[in-house]
């Protein structure tokens, strides 16, 4: 038969076992307070440190290491656990010395670790809390974990802006090199290209115009050597007409005279006139000679002029094609010396960065040396604290008081549960079986009992 209760019946049944709830419950209590009140104590320091950043000012100095504070922060975490710190600060300290002896160093760390805790506070601050039994030991530990990382920071700053200055030497001493290549390379283009370089175009053309000069005056000579020799050709004391018609003329008075001679006597007057006539054309013949002469030298002279003229143009021209081929390469030679210049000048601006960087990594390298160790700086160092952070005693002693009142009144539950005693008509008729006969009511003083018979199940019958 299942059995439900009223509120009531649920008060009577504490009522009725209320002794065995006390003793339960005070038992229970009693062996928890022995067992809180020898808990060990636990005593949290608390050592708090700000990230303070250089800040040069940006006209000056760009910060070769540019790590936001809630960067530096967030890895604050993760260099206060590491291995090398908290074991540096074991063995300085002498902590854990069980741990270490059983299970080494790893050990010691790992329950440094648990026993420590780091946190953000704010942006730019953050705190080392480490928990042990000794309070003086729990604060030397949350100081010595501070300092460390703070030197720790410092160091690995230091080395960065020395690897990152490092970096940028060797990337400069790289890029001189390239640049020393560059030039040769440049200079070797030049020198295979000595003739047809744009910048000789300017000289090559009023060199070209010179020619053309020189051209149109040996025109102008040949010109006038021809003109010369022209007048020469057409003068009526040309060799072909002047120098035969004197030839003849002297040539006749001659045979004139000779005819004379041998018929009249030497002072005849005809042969005195003959003679003369024959002088004066003989002397005629002379000039027309000379005359003839010069005339032909003029004209081989004329000639010569003329020949060297017209091969002195030929060469003139030869030379200004020449130099219209050579003005006519220099773009192909510009095209190809200005993709090496632009070569050339791409390094140099990296070169140029790379010197400007160096000096601003010197100068910040400088500051950050000077400056550092105020970057990091401990706002608040531990102390040893005066009370216990753990365990709670009074909280653990409330706690226990409610766990022993819930296990006495679990095991007041389970005798109610297990007494299958009537205590109500409503039980007794509940079972369904020949009332023989009724017995009056009894009270028994300190009972809540009715009627304390066996009870029956229903299958039983």
Not at 213 to 227: D, F, R
Not at 432 to 446: E, N
């Amino acid at each position: 038969m299942e059995r439900t209760y009223t509120v009531d019946e649920l008060f009577g049944a504490i009522r009725r076992r209320w002794k065995w709830m006390a003793i339960v419950a005070g038992t229970v209590f009693a062996l928890a307070a022995i067992v809180i009140a020898k808990l060990p104590n636990e005593y949290r320091a608390r050592a708090l440190a700000m990230a303070e950043p250089l800040q040069p000012h940006q006209d000056l100095v760009v910060p070769v290491i540019s790590t936001t504070l809630g960067e530096k922060v967030k890895n604050v975490r993760a260099q206060v656990y590491s291995r090398q710190l908290m074991s540096s600060a074991i063995e300085e300290l002498g902590l854990y010395p069980k741990e270490r002896q059983k299970d080494g160093m790893d050990a010691a760390v790992e329950a440094l670790r648990l026993d420590t805790e780091v946190h953000a506070e704010g942006d730019d601050a953050f705190s080392i809390t480490v928990r042990s039994k000794d309070p003086v030991l729990a604060a030397k530990t949350a100081n010595r974990l501070a300092e460390l990382f703070i030197e720790g920071n410092l160091q690995v700053r230091a080395a960065q802006v020395a690897r990152t200055r490092d970096v940028i030497s060797q990337q400069l001493t790289q890029m001189r090199g390239e640049l020393s290549k560059a030039e040769r390379r440049i200079a070797e283009f030049k020198s295979a290209h000595n003739d047809t370089l744009p910048e000789l175009n300017e000289s090559r053309m009023r060199e070209r115009e010179q020619y053309v000069k020189l051209i149109e005056g040996e025109e102008a000579w040949v010109k006038t050597s021809q003109n010369r020799i022209d007048m020469v050709g057409v003068t009526p004391f040309a060799k072909d007409t002047e120098v035969g018609r004197f030839s003849e003329q002297y040539d006749t008075l001659r045979a004139k005279l000779g005819a004379a001679r041998t018929s009249l006597t030497p002072d005849h007057p005809d042969v005195a006139a003959l003679s003369r006539e024959v002088a004066t054309a003989k002397a005629q013949l002379d000039q027309a000679e000379a005359r003839a002469a010069a005339n032909d030298l003029e004209t081989r002279r004329m000639k010569e002029a003329i020949s060297r003229g017209k091969k002195q143009i030929v060469e003139y021209q030869t030379r200004i094609a020449q130099i219209d081929k050579l003005m006519a390469a220099a773009p192909l030679t510009a095209a190809g010396l200005a993709e090496i210049d632009r070569d050339a000048d791409m390094i140099k601006a990296k070169v140029q960065s790379l010197v400007s960087k160096k000096a601003e990594a010197e100068i910040t390298a400088d500051l950050e040396a000077k400056n550092g160790p105020a970057e990091f700086r401990v706002l608040e160092s531990a102390s040893a604290p005066a009370l216990p952070a753990a365990p709670n005693r009074p909280q653990a002693l409330l706690l226990a008081l409610l766990a022993a009142l819930v296990i006495g009144a679990a095991v007041a539950a389970a005798q109610e549960l297990s007494d299958r005693t009537l205590r109500t008509e409503e039980e007794a008729s509940a079972l369904q079986l020949p009332v023989l006969a009724t017995v009056p009511r009894l009270a028994v003083a300190g009972s809540g009992r009715v009627l304390s018979l066996p009870a029956y199940r229903s299958e039983q019958g």
